[in-house]
């Protein structure tokens, strides 16, 4: 049962996959995201390139205890074997300093958790370029 999926997102067919090394989180995703996106769990970054025959992903979610294991660097290489491909990383609260470096080596954002349906399903779709990102109309910010 599709609950909250807009037909057009339905057919789209964006390609999604979950890497983490917890199977629980994985599954949590994937099922979160399964409505409206092809979506996948792979447990490792080398399962995920292993994948790629069978299709690119448009979006890596991946979590950041397998950047930590595998060094930054995991980053420019997932860039360099997937291009154009987003790359989320989970971190554990919205102040994570190691997801701060995970940006500066080239992750387009971060989903910290507790990981909720909506949060998940909109920082999804900001980077699918489905909807753009929050942000307050100039005149909320103009004061007299």
């Known amino acids: 049962m599709q609950i909250g999926v807009e037909t057009s997102r339905a057919v789209e067919n964006k390609r999604i996959f979950v890497v983490d090394d917890d199977e629980i989180i994985r599954a949590a995703l994937q099922f979160m995201l399964h409505d409206e996106n092809e979506t996948h769990e792979v447990g490792s970054v080398q399962r995920a390139f292993e994948k790629l025959p069978d299709g690119k992903p448009d979006l890596l979610l991946l979590a950041s205890s397998i950047v930590r294991s595998e060094g930054v660097g995991v980053l420019s290489d997932i860039k360099q074997k997937i291009p154009g491909a ?59």
């Open 86 to 144: 987003k790359i989320l990383v989970i971190v554990e609260s919205a102040g994570d300093e190691f997801g701060k470096q995970c940006l500066a080596a080239g992750a387009h954002s971060l989903l910290a958790k507790p990981l909720k349906l909506e949060t998940v399903r909109e920082r999804v779709d900001v980077l699918l370029g489905r909807r753009a990102g929050f942000a307050l109309p100039l005149s909320v910010l103009k004061t007299s």
